[in-house]
């Protein structure tokens, strides 16, 4: 699969500490995952060459404000990152203790992401970009092909991969830039997304192959 920066652009999810970080929140679900996958290592691969090449990146964020904590009807991991606080912010227009939190980008990205050139979408509020204004932030820079990345695999990256195609968009899932939860019950969520990725997403490339397609 070829990109161009005339069209294409990567997609990064929730690259926050509290998914990303041996600190965050997540790190005892996600940890081992984003080990194994050199995670971190592939995603700042990703923002190099991107940034080098000059293609557009888009950061899909997930933030939580206190008014979000009136919501009735959760899921299960809905319910977790409310015990845990994941993502947690003071307000929408408040960034009073967000500076270092779970919800702030991880250290090593922040050249990348703040720079001025980066679009950072209003944050998803459950796993898909049907909450946030991704969609229309790519429409509007004539995009239509997408290296996707980030976390969590088998939720907000699956469930962007999904929205996307169902918006048209031609999407590459790069596999080992994002990493999935284990749970003792649910099971493996990198494994299960990685059988999703396989039946929905135009590729499924390594990041090696990512880059080599990146004209």
Not at 56 to 75: A, C, E, K, L, R
Not at 77 to 91: N, Q, S, V, W, Y
Request: charge should be neutral.
């Amino acid at each position: 699969m070829q990109f161009q920066k005339s069209d294409s652009a990567v997609v990064f999810i929730d690259p926050q500490n509290d998914v990303l970080s041996d600190k965050g929140a997540n790190w005892g679900a996600v940890g081992a995952s984003v080990t194994e996958n050199r995670t971190v290592e592939n995603m700042e691969r990703i923002f190099k060459a991107a940034k080098a090449k000059g293609y557009h990146v888009f950061i899909s964020p997930h933030y939580f404000y206190p008014t979000d904590s009136g919501w009735q009807m959760n899921g299960p991991l809905e319910e977790d990152e409310f015990r845990t606080r994941t993502f947690a912010r003071a307000g929408q227009l408040n960034l009073a203790g967000f500076a270092n939190s779970g919800a702030d980008w991880l250290e090593r990205f922040k050249p990348y992401i703040e720079d001025g050139k980066t679009v950072v979408a209003s944050p998803h509020k459950v796993f898909g970009p049907q909450t946030n204004d991704l969609v229309l932030q790519l429409r509007k820079r004539g995009i239509a092909r997408i290296i996707l990345g980030g976390m969590l695999a088998n939720m907000c990256v699956e469930a962007h991969l999904r929205d996307l195609i169902e918006q048209g968009f031609t999407v590459a899932v790069v596999k080992d830039a994002t990493a999935g939860p284990r749970h003792p019950v649910w099971g493996d969520g990198y494994q299960a997304a990685m059988i999703n990725y396989r039946f929905l997403a135009h590729a499924v490339l390594s990041t090696d192959e990512a880059l080599a397609g990146m004209r």
